[in-house]
């Protein structure tokens, strides 16, 4: 069982935060892959397309850590059809495997039986969360955090990779042409000369989407995360944002998630749950 949405508790100006949420990610995501510099488009083999029924899909057929192949953004409730479409685009680029996000509001009342005839499997569950801008600059000892210049976006996007524990080679180009190109605005957090954390900010719709925040191991436990959330919801509460969104994996029956307690410590709140549909490819 999973938890309803409550999109009352995120509405800003009259408009619904949540389905904004789903746009501005989808925004950064299509962006990223659509505009892979050479030579990752080609390595790494990327494509995306916008789906008919809004939305997009975003594939990499070599995608060394089954994560970049996507189909999200929807506003409106998914239909058989959409998913014919989405399917037929990730079979057509010969996908591997491919995650499905879709807010649980979006869902039709027969995805059960769509899942079992397309077949999808119930993966992990995020948690999508709300909050404002509103939040004081974290003091951390001994750190800086700051916005990256743009002589050091290569550390910077190879630092959250490293960070996330993903490999170095071509996929931090991906992060790194996204910021020189300003679609998300790059952030890190400094121990003397040395860059030990990352993030980013995208924004989008005058809502601010809290992006990639990842530690170098030996660093964690410091406050780099805290600090990275505080100058994010600065920077754009400077820039006219009022509200941020960011997501997160809900924790297991065993164990935590810092992430999570990051954000709530910075008043965040849960807005809904979103399962992440998995499909693995029938022809491969």
């Known amino acids: ?7 009352s508790d995120i509405r800003r100006g009259g408009r619904d935060t949540g389905f904004v949420a789903e746009r501005v990610e989808a925004a950064w995501f299509f962006d990223w892959l659509h505009g892979a510099p050479e030579p990752a488009k080609s390595v790494l083999g990327t494509s995306v397309t916008r789906l008919s029924g809004g939305g997009i899909a975003t594939s990499m057929v070599n995608d060394p850590v089954a994560y970049w192949s996507k189909a999200l953004g929807f506003e409106r409730r998914v239909s058989r059809t959409t998913l014919q479409e989405i399917i037929g685009f990730y079979r057509l680029n010969g996908t591997p495997t491919a995650t499905i996000q879709i807010a649980p509001t979006l869902l039709p009342s027969d995805w059960s039986t769509i899942c079992d005839d397309f077949g999808l499997i119930e993966g992990s569950t995020w948690i999508k969360l709300s909050g404002s801008t509103q939040i004081p600059v974290a003091a951390t000892a001994g750190l800086r955090a700051a916005p990256v210049d743009t002589a050091d976006i290569d550390e910077w996007a190879e630092t959250v990779f490293r960070g996330f524990g993903m490999p170095i080679e071509h996929l931090p180009s991906l992060a790194a042409e996204s910021a020189r190109r300003g679609a998300v605005r ?8 040395r860059m030990i954390a990352g993030a980013s900010l995208a924004v989008i719709d005058g809502v601010g989407t809290l992006l990639g925040a990842a530690t170098l191991e030996g660093h964690r436990g410091r406050g780099a995360q805290t600090a990275l959330i505080a100058i994010r919801a600065e920077h754009a509460r400077r820039s006219g944002v009022a509200r941020l969104v960011a997501e997160t994996g809900r924790p297991g029956t065993v164990g935590a998630n810092p992430s999570l307690n990051n954000l709530l410590g910075a008043g965040f709140v849960p807005a809904y749950e979103r399962v992440n549909w998995e499909w693995t490819n029938p022809d491969l």
């Open 1 to 7: 069982m999973h938890n309803t949405p409550k999109h």
């Open 186 to 193: 790059p952030f890190g957090v400094w121990d003397g000369s």
